[in-house]
């Protein structure tokens, strides 16, 4: 993974069911260059959404031009990353997880890694385990 640059962000978040040596049901890797609080280019790599791991060119293309404050994406823009992800992926029903959940889930990681590199507190966004508490 090349160093980040300045205006340069990076997210990855993993669903399982259980939290170490599982394979993921949803897995989302995003990429995200901001130029005055403005998304200017992504990429977005995703894991259990297609029988291989896969970037989603058309929720890349919506998220390109949003403005980054600490509120987050509008509820326009939710929907428009949402539709996005629908036409780039049909995800399967398997023992893992739903077509459905995987669908829902991919939509609030991506939420997730914008809302967070906005500036949001982590606290809002992340779920912390007994491992990361104990360090």
């Known amino acids: 993974v090349p160093r ?11 669903i399982s069911k259980r939290y170490d040596q599982d394979i993921s049901s949803v897995l989302g890797a995003f990429w995200f260059h901001t130029v005055g609080g403005r998304i ?22 919506v998220v390109i031009g949003l403005s980054l404050d600490d509120q987050g994406p509008s509820p326009d823009a939710e929907e428009a990353l949402r539709a ?14 739903s077509a459905r959940y995987r669908q829902r889930v991919a939509g609030a990681l991506v ?7 906005a ?7 992340r779920v912390r385990g007994h491992r990361q508490d104990a360090a």
């Open 4 to 14: 980040l640059g300045p205006d340069e962000h990076f997210r990855s978040y993993k």
């Open 40 to 61: 200017v280019a992504a990429r977005m790599a995703w894991g259990g959404m297609a029988a291989t791991p896969r970037r989603s060119p058309r929720t890349e293309e």
């Open 84 to 97: 996005a992800l629908a036409r780039d992926f049909t995800p399967i029903d398997d023992h893992r997880a």
């Open 111 to 117: 939420l997730k890694a914008l809302r967070e590199i």
């Open 119 to 125: 500036g949001r507190p982590s606290g809002e966004t």
